[in-house]
């Protein structure tokens, strides 16, 4: 096993006098990548300190809006199709006849949007921690909540890990943890444990498939030992999705993607070239390329 060597981000509001004394910019600065990356902003929207975390909303210059978590950037306007589509489509297309989806965390709704456009899946069951996230989405991120009121969406503002622990054994089909870093509210969702829950909730084909951070600067550790934790917990097959994300660090993400039945198969391969449905990243192709692994990988 590795010991998680948790990412330390520092917040800083910078309003540059090397670039331009009349423009403002919000700058991520990640510590253990010694990178940095920043957005020209025009204002801040909203700022709010709820029972959980602190949450930001910037209006930004090219990228749209955007919304921040205790300092960390969570998504923008302008590239999140790129994440929501990845972490939500290889995993459906992998699974035979995926009906019952559950997504621990989530709060943006855009998985949510993103599960919803398969007709086989029958009902989708969102366990985000903080209500506000959602609320917040749905005021400033309104295309991504347009499947709230779906009848087969149930949102559930509890705390995931914990939600999990109570669920039925061989009740869910995938679990979806789109969840921010492994710190403050969303480390329970990076343990052994955690996963050891998810094994017993999954039915016998079930798939679990979670954002696993920069392959960069994570591969060592958080990458690897989420995918032995994963086997610890009773997984036999683990796979790493990757695929390029602007606004996190490094701009190249990844998930990982874990089957409880045996070998991760493409086994809705046809479907996967006509969909039936609308995306903006996530293709036929696309879902082979982000498989395939750099040599520095293997």
Known sequence: ????????????????????????WFTE???????A???????????EQTPFQNVEIY????????????GFIMLTE??????????????LFSHPNPESVVIAGGGDCGSLHEVAKHSCVQNISQVEIDERVTRLSEMYFPDLCTDNHDPRVQLIFEDAVEWVQMCQPSSVDIIIVDSTDPIGPGEGLFSTSFYTDCFRV?????LLIQQSESPVIHLESIIKPMHDSMRVAGFLDTDLIHFPQPCYPTGWWSATIASKSGQLAFVREKSARHPGFETRYYNHSIHLASLSMPQFMK
């Open 78 to 91: 302008r590239d999140n199709f790129i994440y929501h589509e990845m972490l939500v489509h290889p995993a």
């Open 37 to 47: 990356l920043s957005f020209e902003i025009d204002e801040r929207l909203h700022q």
């Open 1 to 24: 096993m590795y010991d998680l060597d948790l990412p330390s981000v520092t917040l800083l509001r910078i309003d540059t006098h090397v670039l331009d004394k009349s423009k403002k």
């Open 59 to 70: 209006s930004t210059k090219s990228f749209g809006t955007l919304m921040v978590i205790d």
């Open 202 to 206: 999954l039915r016998p084909e079930g």
């Open 29 to 35: 600065a990640c510590t253990e990548g010694g990178t």
